[in-house]
């Protein structure tokens, strides 16, 4: 009916700009940290929710050797969009898509023998090697194959599927439980226990093109851990993986996102007025009430109530009372900014916005949740996408 498209419309609401360039910047900031390692750029869960495929562009176009995701399908969908290289994907639940992963030249994760009974099927029925690489729990606990017998019975199998032409083993690897606390015992434990099964698996003649360990903490903070490749996500994204390694800045990374959205309403209320559900806030004295018209189904926390950080003209706000499922109002204090003004929850920081690792602050959680978990109903614009001329 009308010649409109709906993503202009729906980014009046609210936006989250990605920042391409600043991606690309932050990959070749992690490539001179990776020392000659190659980087994988992880773009799982739609690449901490700033667009998978944009972002696993960008990070090829500066640089990137790898693209890491956790399921086939993530894999699966890089692809279809045409996406070349090479791409590990790690979370495989029996009867999933091996085949289609073969033929999509995707690199997969054993850390099991059952797994490797599942893609040896599949790859004697596309009539193609599996490209396959062996996942090792060395203290995260987690997924992965254990040490010693495990390990021992995963790695025969694969040198056996390997002689039949069924896989080619093309990675070793693990990863890390508390990389983001420098210094904590397991950290030093966990690369003790990757060089010894690394060196297992090669004795018995595995000849792995790589093996990897690091993940954006590791890569940022021990040289030791890199390998041949380093796994980053939260780092491509400008984002520090905790506030105890540094702000983004000081670790030589700028955030990609910036979440923002236009004021809905301005009103004058009397002071005693109840705002949003269960009145958790009352109005101290007359004020201004904005509404800021994005909610919990657009992942913004709901646990940030009476607290969440706003920038609206030039000024923090609070989140006033609830945040609903898809608003909430932050009190103005008296000024009056028209509907339609930018309110910015958060972005690099740099413009006096507040970053996501406030919102993380402000509701109990890791910068991680607060990008990852921005909805679908957000539009997300691309901006510098192409190298300035
Ligand atoms: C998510 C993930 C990464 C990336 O971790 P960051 O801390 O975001 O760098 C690396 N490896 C595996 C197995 C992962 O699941």
Not at 140 to 166: F, H, I, K, M, Y
Not at 259 to 284: C, D, N
Not at 292 to 318: C, E, F, M, N, Q
Request: aromatic share 6%; glycine share 12%.
């Amino acid at each position: 009916m009308s010649e409109t498209s709906a993503v202009p419309t729906a980014s009046l609401r609210a936006r989250a700009e990605i920042d391409l360039g600043a991606l690309r910047a932050n990959v070749r900031a992690l490539r001179a940290r990776a020392e000659g390692a190659g980087v994988m750029a992880v773009v799982k869960s739609d690449g901490y929710g700033h667009g998978a495929v944009p972002c696993a562009r960008a990070a090829l176009a500066a640089g990137a050797a790898w693209l890491g995701t956790a399921t086939a399908e993530e894999a699966l969908a890089l692809r279809a969009a045409g996406l070349p290289g090479r791409i590990l994907c790690w979370l495989w639940v029996p009867g999933g898509p091996w085949r289609q992963a073969i033929e999509a030249d995707i690199d997969v994760s054993l850390s099991g023998t059952w797994a490797l009974r599942e893609v040896t099927a599949a790859a004697r029925e596309a009539g193609r090697v599996a490209r396959v690489q062996l996942k090792a729990d060395t203290g995260l606990g987690r997924n992965g194959c254990q040490p010693g017998e495990n390990w021992a019975a995963l790695v025969t199998a694969a040198l056996r599927a390997e002689a039949e032409g069924l896989v080619r083993v093309t990675g070793l690897w693990s990863h890390f439980a508390c990389a983001d606390e420098p210094g904590h015992p397991s950290v030093a434990a966990q690369l003790g226990r990757f060089r010894e099964m690394v060196a297992y698996a090669e004795d018995q003649g595995v000849r792995p093109e790589v093996r990897h360990i690091a993940n954006s903490p590791a890569t940022l903070t021990l040289s030791d851990s890199h390998f041949d490749l380093v796994r980053t996500g939260i780092a491509l994204y400008g984002i520090s993986p905790s506030p105890e390694l540094g702000t983004p800045a000081d670790l030589g990374l700028r955030p990609v996102m910036t979440l923002s959205a236009s004021l809905a309403l301005v009103k004058h209320v009397p002071g005693g007025h109840g705002v949003s559900y269960g009145h958790h806030y009352v109005t101290p004295g007359p004020t201004t009430l904005g509404l800021v018209p994005v909610g919990y189904a657009d992942g913004i926390p709901r646990h940030a109530s009476g607290t969440g950080p706003v920038l609206v003209d030039g000024k923090w706000r609070t989140v006033a009372g609830r945040v609903a499922m898809d608003q909430f109002v932050v009190d103005l204090g008296g000024d009056e900014p028209p509907a339609g003004a930018q309110a910015v929850l958060f972005g690099p920081g740099d413009r006096g916005e507040p970053t996501a690792e406030d919102w993380a602050k402000a509701s109990g959680t890791i910068a991680y949740e607060i990008v990852t978990r921005i909805g679908t109903r957000v539009p997300r614009v691309y901006v510098n996408g192409q190298e300035p001329g």
